[in-house]
């Protein structure tokens, strides 16, 4: 049973069963049944099988990162983020169109788009939290971004209460102080010091 590009059967992996307990059209809930490398008795495991996401980080010409600030329901709270949205097909487009839903979602959520000289760098995917979920989520660095004229225009389920920009001093003292909360944020941040993209 293949997922995603990346969540498939191979190397002495099997889905043997899958049991759907709820769906929506944004996620799966199920227990699957799966023989493993190590284990040639199927394991049952509950897993919410959910859409690929793309996470992008918008910085400006003066080296700013673009944020914004949204409410999340699950947490009961409005948190700082870097824009991020779900890519609409099952099974993940080729590469330029995982671009295309990046570039509409940082439009969509910040109201910015890259200069006419900019670029959007794809820095790898990696997954949320892969004791529950095949949720995984693709990278992006977007440099430079400018405000455009027309502003931010959310889809009607997201509350986004506010967008600024951070240097990159502010956003690394917000990260270092627990301000920062959203694990797409922090992993982010994580690949770009790994790439050298911006120093710790």
């Known amino acids: 049973m293949q997922r995603s590009n990346l969540v498939r059967?191979?190397?002495?992996?099997?889905?043997?069963?899958?049991e759907t307990h709820f769906q929506s059209p944004h996620l799966t809930?199920?227990?699957?049944?799966?023989?493993?490398?190590?284990?040639?008795?199927?394991?049952?495991?509950?897993?919410v099988h959910r859409k690929a996401a793309v996470v992008i980080a918008p910085i400006t010409a003066e080296g700013h990162f673009v944020l914004i600030r949204e409410e999340r329901i699950p947490i009961r709270a409005a948190i700082w983020s870097m824009p991020a949205g779900q890519i609409d097909e099952s099974l993940e487009?080729?590469?330029?169109?995982?671009q295309a839903v990046a570039r509409r979602e940082l439009r969509e959520e910040t109201g910015y788009d890259l200069t006419p000289n900019g670029d959007l760098i794809s820095l790898g995917h990696f997954f949320s939290s892969p004791g529950f979920t095949d949720e995984h989520c693709y990278f992006f660095l977007a440099r430079p971004v400018r405000k455009q004229a027309a502003g931010a225009s959310p889809?009607?389920?997201?509350?986004?209460?506010?967008?600024?920009?951070?240097?990159?001093?502010?956003?690394?003292q917000m990260i270092a102080e627990g301000e920062?909360?959203?694990?797409?944020?922090?992993?982010i941040w994580a690949r770009l010091v790994a790439r050298g993209e911006i120093f710790p």
């Open 9 to 18: 059967d191979r190397d002495g992996w099997e889905t043997v069963g899958s």
């Open 155 to 172: 889809e009607g389920a997201e509350t986004i209460v506010d967008c600024r920009e951070f240097s990159q001093d502010l956003l690394r």
């Open 29 to 47: 809930v199920a227990t699957d049944e799966v023989f493993t490398p190590t284990h040639r008795s199927p394991r049952k495991w509950s897993v």
């Open 93 to 98: 487009p080729e590469a330029e169109a995982v």
């Open 180 to 187: 920062i909360q959203d694990a797409n944020t922090l992993s």
